[in-house]
């Protein structure tokens, strides 16, 4: 089970300080860890069965009733556990410890007594755990029995299906006991340490890209209420195995109580520097850069310099055959992310060059652009992911920041240093539309692993963005 992605001299991956992590919560309901509980039910019905229970000899000297049995004749042998069923497994959160697990088990076991023969013994039992979540070193949450209890019911003894003689019956019934009250809680705590292999599945890399992955860690224990459990999560991007530095630090973040749809099964919420780290990773990678040559099929009919020249026409008048023009669109500072209720934006400040390409094949320069975007972002989660795509908000604000011909329509130097209006905009906007954003959104798509655990899936999955934070709520199954 798989969560993407002020200045140009400031590449902020490169830089060697590790910063501080951006902040996720996990709010894991009571209803999900009742659902996880019972997914466990196989795995203890298991480890029930093949608890070892040991043949006894009673009696000694002159034997049971006085009448001098041989010392093996109360003799448990062959015992073999045939069934075990659990009517009840239950689970419920402990404010400020964890979890206590309460199960209800029945076994059905049969053995050869030397002095009865054949016997079948009916037990019932209940086993109270009591379950702590502490944090590995590693940075995963880690399941520990703190406390364990068991009790054992009514204990039925049989042979060919009638009753045996009290005597008998004492002896065999104080055996299991015995073992049952000792081994049920090892099983039980034997279980949930296997379980553990599973959680540490919670951290650690995972890729989104080529040279692009990040890394979650739990940095502390989870806090606990009677109705929730909220693992804090720290979220690192990582670009050629460099951890992304968010430009302003990241911030402290919890997610209020009642964030996400309280029925649902799991809440995470996400803080906005998840998302500013994000989109500076992914511009740290070269995802927002693009090449587009004459030839592309979605927009090369715009790249001439005829068609360039019926917005600009110092363009005809120095280039009076019709020539391919190459483009080539590169953010080089960090965009800006910001929530808003509904909705995310993402302010992108890249500059487009545009070249000529001679008939020799060769490029010339022909202008550069300052252009100012708005992008408004759209999230979704599906297959474990969050994915993002984006569309224009707004106009452009174009300024030509350089020219290979004529004033170019501003002033001399064309140096403004303050975007100006341009006859451009409707043409940048169309290269935006029908070329730029598409492969923005192509590369967005491949998404953003969330925490997950083996053969658990997240289902009926909605995502809300606020003012300060996006929350992802859905449901669990187990698909094993």
Not at 145 to 156: H, R, T, Y
Not at 283 to 306: C, K
Not at 325 to 336: C, R
Not at 428 to 449: C, H, P, Q, T
Request: net charge neutral; proline share 5%; hydrophobic share 45%.
């Amino acid at each position: 089970m798989k969560l993407l992605f002020i200045t140009a001299l400031l590449v902020v991956w490169i830089s060697p300080m590790r910063g501080t992590p951006c902040k996720t919560v996990l709010r894991v309901k009571q209803e999900a860890m009742e659902y996880a509980c019972q997914t466990q039910r196989r795995p203890l019905q298991q480890a029930f069965g093949i608890i070892s229970i040991p043949s006894v000899i009673q009696g000694t000297g002159g034997g049971i009733f006085g009448l001098g049995l041989v010392d093996k004749a109360m003799k448990l042998a062959g015992i073999q556990i045939l069934e075990v069923k659990l009517p009840e497994l239950n689970v419920k959160l402990v404010p400020n410890v964890g979890l206590q697990v309460s199960i209800d088990t029945h076994f059905h076991i049969s053995g050869n007594l030397a002095i009865a023969g054949n016997i079948e013994i009916k037990a019932g039992a209940g086993v109270v755990a009591d379950m702590k979540v502490s944090r590995a070193a590693k940075g995963f949450p880690l399941l520990s029995v703190s406390a364990c209890k068991s009790v054992l019911g009514e204990i039925k003894v049989t042979a060919g299906g009638f009753g045996v003689l009290n005597v008998i019956a004492n002896a065999v019934k104080g055996h299991i006991e015995a073992i049952l009250r000792d081994r049920l809680c090892v099983s039980v705590s034997n279980v949930f340490l296997d379980f553990n292999a599973n959680l540490g599945m919670l951290v650690g890399v995972a890729a989104i890209g080529e040279g692009l992955g990040l890394q979650y860690t739990i940095p502390s224990p989870p806090v606990v209420t009677g109705d929730y459990m909220d693992f804090d999560m720290n979220v690192e991007y990582q670009v050629e195995e460099k951890t992304v530095v968010i430009p302003n630090g990241a911030k402290d973040f919890t997610l209020p109580p009642t964030a996400g749809n309280k029925d649902s099964m799991v809440n995470m919420g996400f803080s906005a520097d998840f998302f500013i780290s994000m989109f500076t990773a992914f511009q740290s990678s070269g995802g927002f850069n693009m090449e587009i040559p004459s030839t592309s099929a979605s927009v090369g009919s715009y790249l001439r310099t005829s068609l360039l020249g019926s917005y600009i026409t110092e363009i005809n008048k120095r280039y009076k055959e019709a020539l391919p023009v190459y483009m080539k669109i590169v953010l080089s500072q960090t965009p800006i992310v910001t929530l808003q209720a509904n909705q995310l934006l993402i302010q992108i400040s890249p500059y487009v060059e545009l070249f000529v390409v001679t008939p020799n094949m060769r490029l010339q320069h022909l202008m550069t652009l300052n252009v100012g975007a708005t992008l408004i972002g759209k999230l979704d989660v599906k297959g474990g992911k969050i994915k993002a795509s984006v569309a224009l908000g707004g106009d452009l604000n174009i300024a030509i920041a350089s020219s290979s011909f004529g004033s170019c329509g501003c002033k001399a130097d064309c140096s403004d240093s303050i975007p100006q209006p341009s006859v451009l905009n409707g043409y940048m906007r169309d290269i935006f539309e029908k070329a730029y954003l598409l492969e923005l959104n192509a590369a967005l798509s491949v998404g953003v692993s969330l925490p997950s655990l083996p053969n658990v899936q997240v289902i009926h999955e909605v995502i809300e963005v606020q003012e300060k934070y996006v929350v992802m709520s859905g449901d669990v199954i187990y698909t094993k």
